[in-house]
Nanobody
């Protein structure tokens, strides 16, 4: 089993920045990749970014060039640095881990508004 806990959400003005963190515990050695998804009100959950154990990263087109995913201490912690935030980035952001199963955190709210 893997447990994921997100932190770092909040309210920010358009153009601002936020840093989300996801702390993983449990069977960390079984994790092959981690990522972030988001779900806005009334919309389906969508993929945002992903990083593999080897450090390879991928981003959704909507966040490419503005968001950066990175990992600390192998796969213990994954960080999503979000810059140039837009109102349409408002959503609940969920951490995801891929391993022998798929694991999810409970989410953290990000609100971009003036």
């Amino acid at each position: 089993q893997v447990q994921l806990v997100e932190s770092g959400g909040g309210l920010v003005q358009p153009g601002g920045s936020l840093r989300l963190s996801c702390a993983a515990s449990g069977r960390i050695d079984s994790i092959s990749a981690m990522g972030w998804y988001r779900q806005a009100p009334g919309k389906q959950r969508e993929w945002v970014a992903r990083i593999t154990r080897a450090g390879r990263t991928n981003y959704a087109d909507s966040v490419k060039g503005r968001f950066t995913i990175s990992r600390l201490n192998a796969m213990n912690t994954v960080v999503l640095q979000m810059n140039s935030l837009k109102p349409e980035d408002t959503a609940v952001y969920y951490c995801n881990a891929e391993g022998t199963a798929e694991y999810w955190g409970r989410g953290t709210q990000v609100t971009v508004s003036s």
